[in-house]
Every structure is written in C-alpha cells, then in structure tokens.
C-alpha cells in the first residue's frame, strides 16, 4: 500500500513535501542548535533572575498559559491523536490541534510524527532513534545513551521517511502546509507573549521580560520535559503494565507533561486515549479529549478497556522486581 503513496521530488514546491528532506545539512543542524542552547541559556537564568528582580503575574500566566497550550497541542494533537489515532476529530479540531502542537516549537507536523511512530516499531531496539539503550547496559553507557535519547539524535543526519512512517498525513494538503510552515508558527510562538506583555504594560521592558518567561524560559522548560519522555521514562520508573520495551511511568513529570510520563501504559496500549488508568493518575491530555467528546468535536474515543488493561498488569512480584 505504502508503495502507492506519490514520491517527493527534490524540488522545494512538490506537492507532496513537508520540511526536510531524508537527510539534514549543516545549516539545519546549526538551526537547530540554536533553537536548543538559546531558550535553554535562558532556562538557567530564570532562577538567579526570579530571585534577584522577581518574575511579574503577567508573565507567569503567559509562560503557563503557552506551555500548556503547546503541550496539550503535542500531547492530544502530534501525539495521541496525529501518531496513533486515538480518536477523530472534525476537521476544525484536526487544523486547531496541528497548529497548538507546532506552536510547541518541536518541530514540524509530520516529521514529528514520523519519527514516533518509527520509534514506537522498534522500541528500545536496533532502529529506535532515540532508546537511552541504544549503546550497552554499563552506567557509562547509559550515561551515553540518555545523553543520545535526550538530545543528541535530533543530531543524526540521518532522518526517518515521512514518505514510509506518516503517508496519511503527507496526502493531506491542509496538514502538509501546516508541517511546511513550522518556521512560521515557529515566530507566531515566541513573538505573542512579548506581543501581549508590550500592550499589556505599554512599555518595551514589559515586551522584553514577556519575552524572556513566556517564549525563552517556557520552549526550553516544554523541550526538556518532552525530551524526558524519551530518555528519563525509558531508563527508570515503576512498569505496572506487560511491553516489549522498557518504558516506565515517572510520576513526578505528570503534570508538567500533560500524563504523557505514565508512558508504560502507553507502550503496552500505544492507541489508548488515556495514559493514566491507575487511581490518581493525573492525565490533563485525556481529560481535555473527554471534554472535546462530550462537545462532539472528537469521537470514537478509544477509552481503555478494563478487561485489556487486566490482561497487560503484572502480578505484584513482577511489577517490584
């Protein structure tokens, strides 16, 4: 089937190319490490400066308010919904989730979902992009690894085929422009909070440290959380549920990721709306699918179902062991 999806040409105007192509030159990899160490330099100022000048009420709501509104973006949309199909959605909800998960600033649409779900078909083994496993099980090869699942294989030049691991969404003309224009959601992103905070307060030192919270501190805090899906929940944390990996919930990042750290679950039911299924498992992203249910903008909700959800828990030795 796969075979029948029209090829990309080398032209950048092809109609059936996204961003990129299946290799990434130096001037991209530059991009990208400035995208990286700049918000990240300013992630490691934030606490000397919140402590010395202090940090205003306008822009911790705008640095909250961006966060979970990119978060939820990648999390519902790139994520659960764009990966995996957890649910449909109607068109408006379809474009409304591409756009919230591009102003996350991870990347374009369908390049980021490539990469998942070449992730989820070889999980933890050889062909994942990013296992922290990927060089041995010694501590210094973890190190090695965690370092690599993090960060460093954004690096790789090679890149997974959208063309092989997102054909979907590469036929859909409204998504592809979507994933093409990732630079420009990219400036969208971090020019409305100093946009609000300059209005706000009408004066540039209020655009400037609006700025500074709601675009710099707030990307980089949202890439090291999602980044620590990959490294942190497939290294350590409690695994409840049967996988094929070693994917593990980390309780601790559920809220900042939206439930996306009971990423165990996750592995064993990959198309399960919901990640949190345990009591007291806070899944803000399953809850606000809920909500779009109950407004008829998403349904065929794929909701866990108890008797599958029994069949994957382990006994309780197993799960301590």
Known sequence: MLDDVPKPSAADDSPFATLGGEKKGSLEQLALLLFIMVPFVALLAAVPLAWGWGVSWLDLGLLVVMYYIGCHGVTIGYHRYFTHGSFKAKRPLRIGLAIMGSLAVEGPLVRWVADHRKHHKFSDAEGDPHSPWRFGETVPALMKGLWWAHI??????ERTSQQKYAPDLVKDPALRRISRDFIYW????????????GLVTMSW???FTAFFWGSLVRVSLLHHVTWSINSICHAVGKRPFKSRDRSGNVWWLAVLSCGESWHNLHHAEPTSARHGVLRGQIDSSARLIRWAEKLGWAYDVRWPDASRIAARRKSASAEAA
């Not at 460093?152 to 030049?157: A, I, N, V």
């Open 152 to 157: 460093g294989w954004m690096f790789d030049e």
């Open 186 to 197: 990219t400036i969208l992103s971090l020019a409305i909070p100093p946009l609000v905070g």
């Open 205 to 207: 030192w209020g655009a």
